[in-house]
């Protein structure tokens, strides 16, 4: 896993995604400290290492990122850590545009094309 507070490369993602699943890597975003967490097995373990670092699980949404694909592809809302029904989130995927946006946002600034 690895915490990502400045940039990461898009090659980088690419070899992870090779490494792992092929295609895809799987990350957190914490929007309110606006970091992620990048290249685990699971969501889970990428918001638990996240939390004990001094995030909030409430700020905390999984995503995938698909490196190979075109700019509005990259991204995919997708994650059992999504479901929130306290924040009326009751899917797998992100509900609020607010937070979608966020999320894109931060994934735009952190990834390095």
């Not at 479901?83 to 946002?105: M, S």
């Amino acid at each position: 896993m690895k915490t990502v507070k400045e940039k990461i490369n898009i090659a980088e993602l690419k070899q992870m995604a090779e490494n792992r699943f092929g295609n895809f890597v799987k990350a957190v975003i914490d929007i309110e400290q606006k970091i992620m967490v990048v290249d685990a097995e699971l969501h889970a373990d990428e918001e638990a290492l996240l939390i004990e670092n001094g995030s909030r699980q409430e700020n905390l949404w999984g995503i995938n990122i698909y490196p190979e694909l075109n700019k509005d592809e990259v991204i995919e809302f997708n994650s059992m850590i999504n479901l929130k029904p306290r924040q009326n989130n009751r899917t797998r995927g992100v509900e609020d545009c607010k937070i979608r946006e966020k999320i894109l946002a931060i994934t735009a600034r952190l990834i390095e094309k």
